[in-house]
Nanobody, 123 residues
Framework: QVQLVESGGGLVQAGGSLRLSCAAS????????MGWFRQAPGKGREFVST????????YYADSVKGRFTISRDNAKNTVYLQMNSLKPEDTAVYYC????????????????WGQGTQVTVSS
């Protein structure tokens, strides 16, 4: 198990940027594939991005490709999501998630979750 705590959410105007961070506890962070998901009001939890254990491969939802960048620092037990060119439709609660070893792109493949951080993009 790994405990995850997100930070960095907030209110930003369309076209702006935010950087989310997710700090993990424990000494096994490098064993976890890490992902970001989001959930807008009245909608299901949506895949945003994921990164392999070493950080050598990243995957993105089509809706964020070219605007968002996922990265990780295993020495700091932290994964990041840099969000640029934000749009009102990016408004959601953003969750960090971890899964041992194997990459996953659906929420039910992850069994470690943070509490979420709100991102609101105004038009």
């Amino acid at each position: 198990q790994v405990q995850l705590v997100e930070s960095g959410g907030g209110l930003v105007q369309a076209g702006g940027s935010l950087r989310l961070s997710c700090a993990a506890s424990g000494r096994t962070f490098s064993m976890y594939t890490m992902g970001w998901f989001r959930q807008a009001p009245g909608k299901g939890r949506e895949f945003v991005s994921t990164i392999t254990r070493s950080g050598d491969k990243t995957y993105y939802a089509d809706s964020v490709k070219g605007r968002f960048t996922i990265s990780r620092d295993n020495a700091k037990n932290t994964v990041y999501l840099q969000m640029n060119s934000l749009k009102p439709e990016d408004t959601a609660v953003y969750y960090c998630a971890g899964r041992l070893f194997i990459v996953g792109v659906t929420a039910d493949e992850y069994d470690n979750w943070g509490q979420g951080t709100q991102v609101t993009v105004s038009s």
